[in-house]
């Protein structure tokens, strides 16, 4: 391999590593929108991803959450019901937004959005 095109490979592989990605990283999470968050994380765990909530929820949001799940990081007070789930996976990390599947209620939330 040519000098040149060697420092582009060292340096690619550099620069996804300093984004937060793994120079090899694994798939994205295969999430489907409206599936119940126990879904989501029975495959979130199985993909190699842990629970890693950015903050504590109270015990509010936890009834509203109607999940028992580590990942569950807070509940909007807004009436709408969203929820957040925080996972890692080495490098990387991911939040899943949930609606309540019974709104206004706390319920199961199902898969929303995430990033």
């Given at each position: 391999?040519?000098?040149?095109?060697?420092?582009?490979?060292?340096?690619?592989?550099?620069?996804?590593?300093?984004?937060?990605?793994?120079?090899?990283?694994?798939?994205?999470?295969?999430?489907?929108?409206?599936?119940?968050?126990?879904?989501?994380?029975?495959?979130?765990?199985?993909d190699?991803?842990?629970?890693?909530?950015?903050?504590?929820p109270?015990?509010e949001?936890?009834?509203?959450?109607?999940?028992?799940?580590?990942?569950?990081?807070?509940?909007?007070?807004?009436?709408?019901?969203?929820?957040?789930?925080?996972?890692?996976?080495?490098?990387?990390r991911?939040?899943?937004?949930?609606?309540?599947?019974?709104?206004?209620?706390?319920?199961?939330?199902?898969?929303?959005?995430?990033?």
């Open positions: 391999m040519a000098p040149s095109m060697a420092r582009c490979v060292v340096l690619s592989v550099l620069l996804r590593w300093l984004m937060g990605g793994s120079a090899f990283a694994r798939p994205e999470p295969q999430l489907i929108a409206r599936q119940t968050i126990l879904e989501a994380n029975r495959h979130l765990i199985a190699g991803w842990r629970p890693a909530p950015e903050k504590t109270t015990p949001e936890r009834r509203w959450a109607s999940v028992a799940l580590a990942s569950l990081s807070a509940c909007s007070g807004t009436g709408v019901g969203f929820c957040r789930f925080d996972y890692r996976r080495d490098l990387q991911l939040s899943v937004v949930t609606v309540p599947s019974q709104p206004g209620r706390p319920s199961v939330g199902r898969v929303e959005r995430w990033w």
